[in-house]
């Protein structure tokens, strides 16, 4: 059963500042800490700093890298890109039961693939508004195209001073794609032409009456009533 508690999420008008694979790395964030199951995890955004024994159980949710391709024919028209971000889901857990770990780790990557990929409306094509969650929705409506790839890993070690304490870790690496264009920012409007003849070309142009016609495009200013 989902909390019905609102998880705080960027603001509208974010994308104007941060990429859309941030902001829905972070809509995946609020998505699981919404979850109960994951009420008692460490949360964490970036893998800089190694996790303590006191911080386990650990979920992470790392943006590892993005692949840009062109969306269309590279020589065409604006640039317009087809975006492959690939996000590094880790979960750490203590447990001394290497059968135990692995059903644990199997459990939270299940659940994982639960909450986020049959969420109806983060996963929505067309509106992410959630009406379940006071009308939230990806910020700006960021939306993506879908799931390109998916790996699961598994793996086991020991952290401690004098390595007693037992964990294993899940590592689930998922790449999700969208697309971006980005026409051109002209500010160098066209506000005059400016047309001469000069005919005949090589000869005497007095002898023939020249046209000079100009074309001023300034925008009017509204008169008031």
């Known amino acids: 059963m989902m909390d019905a508690a609102v998880r705080t999420l960027p ?17 995946f964030i609020a ?15 970036t893998p800089q700093l190694p996790g303590q024994t006191d911080t386990i ?19 065409a028209g604006e640039v317009r890109f087809i975006h492959a ?12 039961d290497p059968p135990g770990s692995e059903q ?3 459990e939270i990557f299940w659940t994982i693939m639960n909450v986020l990929w049959r969420d109806q409306y983060i996963m929505n094509m067309l509106d992410t508004t959630n009406p379940h969650l006071a009308g939230q929705r990806n910020p700006d409506n960021t939306r993506v195209e879908g799931i390109s790839r998916g790996v699961r890993r598994h793996k086991w070690g020991a952290t401690g001073a004098a390595n007693e304490t037992p964990l ?58």
């Open 104 to 106: 644990k780790l199997d």
């Open 168 to 225: 294993a870790e899940l590592q689930y690496d998922v790449t999700f794609t969208y697309r971006s264009n980005w026409p051109p920012d002209i500010t160098d409007d066209l506000l005059l032409i400016h047309l001469e003849t000069a005919f005949p070309v090589g000869g005497d142009t007095a002898s023939v009456q020249q046209v000079v016609v100009e074309y001023n495009f300034t925008p009017a200013t509204k008169q008031e009533d």
């Open 57 to 75: 159980p650990i979920l992470g949710v790392y943006i590892l890298d993005e692949t840009m391709t062109p969306d269309g024919d590279a020589n």
């Open 11 to 27: 603001p509208e008008g974010i994308t104007a500042t941060q990429s859309f694979s941030w902001v829905m790395r972070e809509v």
């Open 85 to 96: 971000c690939r996000l590094g889901i880790q979960a750490i857990i203590k447990n001394n």
């Open 31 to 45: 998505a699981l800490e919404r979850w109960p199951y994951f009420s008692t995890f460490t949360i964490r955004r």
